[in-house]
């Protein structure tokens, strides 16, 4: 299996009322394509595929130049060496598991398509299927053949256009596993097209997150999720307790901010270019997991080992199984920031218990410096 080492793509393709302007690298693993719908993911891929011809731009796949507007270069699909998993799969109905399968190797010789079709087969454990129609397959199963499809050619770059979005969510989940396993496996390059945020956090090595025909941030996984390099991706990724406040003051490390009455400290971002004046609006978010509840029988008068600490009433909650999502409205005259509530918790099932949450209401809680992300202006 070839190995990719680059993706360089810089492209404008304009259409009446949306503008796709985009331009991002990546190396080897699987690159996400992250947004709402309508954000120009999809076209991407069709782009890179040589389904559609940007306007202008350039497409470079492991060395090889796909397209360049400039010198008139366009390659057929054909002869991109593209696997391509379309929305839904896309299986032909009237071909069997082992047609579809070697549909791309149409051009080899017959025993070459059979030795190939039948190696694919096997390694997506597929053996003893080769002659069933697609609507005799589960959705596993179909999602394999689509795959194996797209592997059979040997492509130098996997593209999948939301392969899973179908699928109900217990099914989504297990075969978003065998996804992974298959990508791992496989060792193949992929760029992946989802709107979906536990999909992209599993499968993804890095993330390109796109809006209106944008890229608006282009990280790691990790980064992604821990540090939004805006508002609008913090907004994109429905990050819980996004608020804002005011400067008080500002330091390389650190950040003190007023809010709802409260004076906190944060860490800096990273992302951040410069120090922000004392007055100035800032936004952050604070993730409800780490909000600590402060047990009433360990909390002295004079206790300094909690930084943040606020105080504040339940006044609406959610069972979320294993977990329990509390919505808190300080102490604090005003009106609260968000439907009646200013902070979203999260606990465990079991501390919800040990606590008596369900009939004790009014707590204090703190949050570590360290947990209220500021995000960059």
Known sequence: MSMIGRVDLAIVKRFPGFTLD????????????????GSGKSLTLRCLAGLERPDQGRIVVNGRTFFDAATGVD??????RIGYVFQGYALFPHLTVGENIAFGLRSRPRAEQRRRAAEVMERLELGGLENRAPRELSGGQQQRVALGRALAVDPDLLLLDEPLSALDAPLRRQLRDDLERTLR???????????DLSEAYQLADRVIVYDHGRVIQASSKTEFLWQPSSERVARLIDMRNLLAGTVVKAAPDRIQLRWRGQLLEAVNSPARAYLPAPGSPIAFFIRPEYVRLIRKDRMAPDDHHHMNVMRGRV??????????SLRIRLDEPGAP??????LEVEVPSLVYEILDIKTDRFWEFSIHRGSIHVLPS
Not at 315 to 324: H, I, L, M, N, S
């Open 185 to 195: 496996d496989w060792r193949i390059p992929a760029v992946l097209v989802t709107h």
């Open 337 to 342: 920031v968000q439907d009646g509530y200013d």
């Open 22 to 37: 985009v331009a991002w690298t990546a190396d080897e693993g699987v690159v996400v394509l992250f947004g709402p719908s």
């Open 315 to 324: 006044v609406g909650e959610a069972d979320q199984g294993a977990t329990w």
């Open 75 to 80: 390659l057929p699909p054909q002869q991109r």
